[in-house]
């Protein structure tokens, strides 16, 4: 089965804490590619990151970071030094080879709040 | 570089009716797809087109339909509209199908009553 778990559904946090949003894929496909979006309340997503399977390597975008673990299938999103325009839906989403690269399956999404 | 843009980005309905969303995609970007937000199910997959082809479809009834032009702008319709239809519909667009980045527009939020 192809599936993507966010298990943290809702966060709060207080401006300039880091904060870690979590990811949890399975596919059986070797090639798959992962992706973050952040959704604010205007609607659209907003593209972050793009990582394919065989590569493995973080990566470290200004405040934000990315973990990508084949050996437990998880790709975790960290906000350093977290602020209150970071408030928004986060969503992790999968696409894979014989699924067809441009569907994509969401996680449900992590509601990110940060206070003040 | 112009975005994905949606139209219309707001709209009610009624039951029965039906409904045509518009989205035109980056330029050079051959591939659209479309996906269904709503609170309960999250957002699903509804279809894909490339060069004009619909190469994927998700698991919806038959009064979902799509097309693209051969200027890769894409329509999506719903027939017979349902309360439950009600959902904000989100347009992407990629540069083919083969696993480059997906961007996505603002959306269609749809109310039906």
């Known amino acids: 089965a192809q599936k993507v778990t966010q298990a943290q559904t809702e966060i709060s946090v207080v401006e300039k804490e880091d904060v870690t949003l979590d990811c949890v894929y399975e596919t059986r496909d070797t090639t798959y590619y992962l992706f973050w979006y952040k959704q604010p309340p205007s609607g659209e997503l907003v593209f972050l990151i793009r990582r394919n399977s065989f590569d493995e390597q973080n990566e470290i975008s200004g405040r934000y970071s990315w973990n990508f673990q084949k050996s437990t299938s998880s790709f975790n999103f960290t906000i350093t030094a977290s602020q209150v325009v970071d408030s928004a839906v986060y969503f992790c989403a999968l696409s894979r080879s014989s699924g067809g690269y441009n569907k994509l399956i969401f996680g449900a999404g992590t509601r990110l709040a940060v206070h003040p | 570089k112009a975005g994905v843009t949606q139209t219309p980005r707001y709209l009610i309905k009624t039951r029965g009716q039906q409904v045509t969303l518009s989205c035109s995609p980056i330029?050079?970007?051959?591939?659209v797809s479309w996906y269904q937000q709503t609170p309960g199910q999250g957002l699903q997959f509804l279809f894909e087109?490339?060069?004009?082809?619909?190469?994927n479809k998700g698991n919806f009834p038959g009064r979902f339909s799509g097309r693209q032009f051969s200027n890769s702008r894409s329509e999506m319709n719903v027939s017979t509209l349902e309360l439950g239809d009600s959902a904000l519909y989100l347009c992407?667009?990629?540069?083919?199908?083969?696993?480059?980045?997906?961007?996505f527009g603002e959306g269609s939020w749809l109310t039906v009553v």
């Open positions: 992407a667009s990629s540069f083919d199908s083969s696993g480059n980045t997906i961007y």
């Open positions: 330029s050079g970007h051959r591939s």
């Open positions: 087109y490339f060069s004009e082809t619909q190469r």
